[in-house]
């Protein structure tokens, strides 16, 4: 069973910068579409960022779009979101989903004001 697991997340000030990876435990073949999704507290998950294959176009929410990047290394299985300019906004659990695999468990990002 391919499974994924996200790290990277952490404590940082307004206007910091972390950056996040996803580890896939095995390769996805095909189409599939992978990405980041991100739940505060109180509201909906909501889609980040998502990278298709293999035509490889991205997406960004408007939220965050200019500020973070998404990125990948497939020799590896890693999917990365680089973060910049962080806002107290961008705090939640942020999850790795690919759509033939499913999702990973989440890291926590706390942007401090």
Same mark, same amino acid.
Request: glycine share 14%.
């Given at each position: 069973?391919?499974?994924? +697991? +996200?790290?990277? *997340?952490?404590v940082v000030e307004a206007g910091g910068s972390l950056r996040l990876s996803c580890a896939a435990s095995g390769s996805t073949f095909g189409d599939y579409t992978i990405g980041w999704w991100r739940q505060a507290? /109180? @509201? +909906?998950?909501? *889609?980040? #960022? $998502?990278?298709?294959?293999?035509?490889?176009?991205?997406? !960004?929410?408007?939220? %965050?779009?200019?500020?973070?990047? =998404?990125?990948?290394?497939?020799? &590896?299985?890693?999917? !990365?979101?680089?973060?910049? #300019?962080? @806002?107290? +906004?961008?705090?939640?659990? !942020? !999850? $790795? &989903?690919?759509?033939? =695999? *499913?999702? /990973?468990?989440?890291?926590? %990002?706390? %942007? #401090?004001?």
């Amino acid at each position: 069973e391919v499974q994924l +697991e +996200e790290s990277g *997340g952490g404590v940082v000030e307004a206007g910091g910068s972390l950056r996040l990876s996803c580890a896939a435990s095995g390769s996805t073949f095909g189409d599939y579409t992978i990405g980041w999704w991100r739940q505060a507290p /109180g @509201k +909906e998950r909501e *889609g980040v #960022s $998502c990278l298709s294959y293999p035509d490889g176009n991205t997406w !960004y929410s408007d939220s %965050v779009k200019g500020r973070f990047t =998404i990125s990948s290394d497939n020799a &590896k299985n890693m999917l !990365y979101l680089q973060m910049n #300019s962080l @806002k107290p +906004e961008d705090t939640a659990v !942020y !999850y $790795c &989903k690919n759509s033939e =695999i *499913g999702w /990973g468990q989440g890291t926590q %990002v706390t %942007v #401090s004001s």
